[in-house]
Antibody, heavy 121, light 108 residues
Framework: EVQLVQSGAELKKPGESLRISCKGS????????IGWVRQMPGKGLEWMGI????????RYSPSFQGQVTISADRSITSAYLQWNNLKASDTAIYYC??????????????WGQGTLVAVSS | SSELTQDPAVSVALGQTVRITCQGD??????ASWYQQKAGQAPVLVIY???KRPSGIPDRFSGSGSGNTASLIITGARAEDEADYHC???????????FGGGTKLTVL
């Protein structure tokens, strides 16, 4: 059974650093793209970026380039989303997602349970 | 701003058919995918590619597309279909993914 299990909720202060994680299991971790999606309170979904764990090829949404870092550790089948300088506007639920690519068709077939990140002074 | 546009809210009477739309230039080149998100839960894929359903998704869910518009159709809506529905697709460059703003479906 494919599973993406994310780390727990975080309460941080502005300016702090944070790394949240997503552990994949039940499939070949290195051969699927794995990405991150943000959902701010009461809002829609936003694609942040994606990584291919086999070679760490990483792509970012222009909206998030330079704001976050996506990484992966294939040895422990985990992906990460990192901030170096959190802002109150980073308060959101963050989902990790597995992406399937079948020719020109891309879609997210599995989602993690979400990690709530709250940033407040 | 999103490159994919969805109506913020749609309603349907129990048992009737509803069409939820997603518009954007990239849909002329790429298929949309659709995700159902119930309150307090993670999204779930319901339609991808040319009208394909993942295992476990009821066949009352279907997808279609024409020009710059993709549609999610629910035939015979049930109370449990009340949720937010999000579309996504590759962007115009083909290198990234974009989501629509989401549609809140109310089943009356």
């Amino acid at each position: 059974e494919v599973q993406l299990v994310q780390s727990g909720a975080e309460l941080k202060k502005p300016g702090e650093s944070l790394r949240i994680s997503c552990k994949g299991s039940g499939y070949s971790f290195t051969t699927y793209w794995i990405g991150w999606v943000r959902q701010m309170p009461g809002k829609g979904l936003e694609w942040m970026g994606i990584i291919y764990p086999d070679d760490s090829d990483t792509r970012y949404s222009p909206s998030f380039q330079g704001q976050v870092t996506i990484s992966a550790d294939r040895s422990i089948t985990s992906a990460y989303l990192q901030w170096n300088n959190l802002k109150a506007s980073d308060t959101a639920i963050y989902y990790c997602v597995r992406q399937r690519r079948q020719g020109t068709v891309w879609y997210f077939d599995y989602w993690g349970q979400g990690t709530l990140v709250a940033v407040s002074s | 701003s999103s490159e994919l546009t969805q109506d913020p809210a749609v309603s349907v009477a129990l048992g009737q058919t509803v069409r939820i739309t997603c518009q954007g230039d990239s849909l002329r080149s790429y298929y949309a995918s659709w995700y159902q998100q119930k309150a307090g839960q993670a999204p779930v894929l319901v339609i991808y590619g040319k009208n394909k359903r993942p295992s476990g998704i009821p066949d009352r869910f279907s997808g279609s597309g024409s020009g710059n518009t993709a549609s999610l159709i629910i035939t015979g809506a049930r109370a449990e279909d009340e949720a937010d529905y999000h579309c996504d697709s590759r962007d115009s460059s083909g290198n990234h993914v974009v989501f629509g703003g989401g549609t809140k479906l109310t089943v009356l």
